[in-house]
């Protein structure tokens, strides 16, 4: 192809020129316009799912739903399933009450009610971390 024309800006008179310097500038041009049109799928095609791009420049498109059926079942532990939780323990730590001192539907006192029901269960949690320093030293006789 002897004239040279960008592809972004091409116009009917280049296409006609093109056209009259034979079958194989045509063919060039075509090519090039193809592969343009795939870079540029290519670049629209990209997201922040399948590349580097950050979700910020996805735009406004909604994202596909989720192609799982809902389940019959709940979601949790099932019924029969044993499960692994942590053993209850017969000696604890410590022991921390949560007296309820008024009601919650009317606001009025229960200081001076005997309680009649209450929950108990165990909180296992882990203690803080801290750093243990030793001297350590070595006598040379």
């Known amino acids: 192809m002897n004239k040279k024309v960008s592809d972004q800006n091409i116009s009917e008179s280049d296409i006609r020129a093109i056209y ?10 075509v090519t090039r316009l193809i592969e343009r049109i795939e870079r540029l799928e290519e670049r629209l095609d990209k997201d922040s ?6 979700p910020s420049g ?5 994202r596909t739903k989720s192609l799982r059926g809902k389940s019959k079942r709940k979601s949790g532990g099932q019924k029969g399933h044993p499960g692994r939780t942590l053993e209850w323990r017969d000696t604890v730590d410590a022991v921390v009450l949560h007296p309820v001192t008024q009601c919650q539907e009317c606001g009025a006192s229960l200081t001076e009610v005997a309680a009649h029901n209450y ?23």
């Open 20 to 29: 009259h310097q034979g079958e194989d500038a045509v063919v060039e041009l």
């Open 49 to 54: 799912r399948n590349s580097s791009k950050p």
């Open 58 to 62: 996805d735009g406004f498109g909604k």
């Open 119 to 141: 929950d108990l269960r165990q909180v296992h949690e882990l203690p803080p971390l801290s750093l243990h320093t030793t001297w350590q030293t070595s006598l040379f006789l």
